[in-house]
């Protein structure tokens, strides 16, 4: 299993962009897909973003795609979200996930080792 840390949350005005860093520690972190969820209070865990053990493939949520950028260092054990163009309906908690699978995948369900999160709040 990989442990998660997440840093990089906190307040931003809309419109503005913020960078969040997901540390893993643990074996064969190249071999996992990875993956971004994101909670408002009131809401369920939602998808945000996923990527691949190569970076090759990329998936995002409607909500986000065109805004936000997943990418992965596997020598540095690290998946990053630049989040840009900021809107007050961002604003959750956001989670960093470790699916131990072959193909990149959106379903929670397949997302095993979780991080504590970082709030992200977009103030209008």
């Known amino acids: 299993q990989v442990q998660l840390v997440e840093s990089g949350g906190g307040l931003v005005q809309a419109g503005g962009s913020l960078r969040l860093s997901c540390a893993a520690s643990?074996?064969?972190?190249?071999?996992?897909?990875m993956g971004w969820f994101r909670q408002a209070p009131g809401k369920e865990r939602e998808f945000v973003a996923a990527?691949?053990?190569?970076?090759?493939?990329?998936y995002y949520s409607d909500s986000v795609k065109g805004r936000f950028t997943i990418s992965r260092n596997n020598a540095a054990n690290t998946v990053y979200l630049q989040m840009n163009r900021l809107k007050p309906e961002d604003t959750a908690v956001y989670y960093c996930?470790?699916?131990?699978?072959?193909?990149?995948?959106?379903?929670?369900?397949?997302?095993?080792?979780w991080g504590q999160g970082t709030q992200v709040t977009v103030s209008s």
């Open positions: 996930a470790a699916a131990a699978v072959l193909i990149i995948t959106t379903d929670i369900n397949d997302f095993r080792s």
């Open positions: 643990g074996r064969a972190f190249s071999s996992y897909v």
């Open positions: 990527i691949n053990w190569s970076a090759a493939n990329t």
